[in-house]
């Protein structure tokens, strides 16, 4: 999905592991703490999360996490910062040459991936924005605005006759709800699920499924799907 850009630190320090109050070797500092205020973000919420207790989560002191990041707020920023990409694709392929089969498959599978990629949940990142309209208005306004740049793809889409006649509106709900439930569901532990680093691996398998199954249900002529994925993966640099 969409949501803000972030101001990294002044030079951004170089990720070195040191240890932790727990005794145990640290890894990447920067990513430790995006990836302990994703976890207290959701389970706590945001407003209930401190900087001490991500702190204290990854095992530093409070001010070697402000080092990093100056407030929480920056902290969150950090985190949704990389779910812009989709929007930024939609708006970068609006306008020009790309037919809109291409354009949705493009935006679609770059929203998959980066939120398969992200340290957070986009189920749980709309909770917290959604209840806090007013501290998250420009995360909740990336996302209308990425669902208003959808329905003008699916229209033309529909009015150039490559897609199906169907409401825009609803088609794309469909799509997303495509795209966020394959992320969700791409997350979601199972017993013999794999470490986190090697799911990883499959998110573009993820991003590639996904995409393609919402435009096969809206292409006029299916069959003509893997020369679009193809089409859309070379404007993506993805192949």
């Known amino acids: 999905m969409t949501r803000t850009s972030t101001k990294d630190s002044?030079?951004?320090p170089?990720?070195?592991?040191?240890p932790r109050r727990t005794g145990a070797a640290g890894g990447d500092p920067r990513q430790e703490i995006l990836d302990a205020a994703a976890r207290l973000f959701a389970e706590r919420g945001y407003a209930a999360t401190t900087m001490t207790e991500v702190a204290r989560t990854v095992g530093l002191g409070q001010s070697s996490v402000y080092y990093w990041f100056s407030s929480k707020e920056e902290l969150l920023r950090a985190l949704v910062s990389a779910n812009?990409?989709?929007?930024?694709?939609?708006?970068?392929?609006?306008?020009?040459?790309?037919?809109?089969?291409?354009?949705?498959?493009?935006?679609?599978?770059?929203?998959?991936?980066?939120?398969?990629?992200?340290?957070?949940?986009?189920?749980?990142l709309e909770r917290v924005a959604r209840s806090q309209p007013e501290t998250f208005a420009e995360?909740?306004?990336?996302?209308?605005?990425?669902?208003a740049a959808l329905e003008e793809i699916v229209a033309a889409g529909i009015a150039s006759g490559d897609f199906v006649a169907a409401d825009a509106r609803i088609a794309v709900v469909a799509c997303l709800a495509q795209t966020e439930g394959v992320q969700h569901r791409?997350?979601?532990?199972?017993?013999?699920?794999?470490?986190?680093p090697a799911a990883l691996a499959d998110a573009p398998a993820a991003a590639?499924?996904?995409?393609?199954?919402?435009?096969?249900?809206?292409?006029?002529?299916p069959s003509l799907a893997p020369e679009v994925e193809a089409a859309a993966l070379a404007e993506l640099g993805e192949v």
Do not use: K, N, W
Not at 104 to 122: N, W
Not at 142 to 147: A, F, N, P
Not at 186 to 196: I, K, V
């Open 186 to 196: 791409f997350r979601t532990p199972t017993p013999d699920a794999a470490d986190r």
């Open 10 to 12: 002044p030079a951004q």
């Open 14 to 18: 170089r990720a070195v592991g040191r």
């Open 84 to 124: 812009r990409e989709s929007l930024e694709v939609a708006e970068r392929l609006s306008g020009g040459a790309t037919p809109p089969a291409v354009h949705l498959y493009a935006v679609l599978h770059t929203d998959v991936l980066q939120m398969c990629r992200g340290a957070l949940d986009f189920y749980d």
């Open 208 to 221: 590639r499924l996904a995409a393609a199954t919402a435009l096969r249900a809206l292409l006029a002529d």
């Open 139 to 147: 995360i909740l306004d990336d996302y209308g605005r990425l669902r």
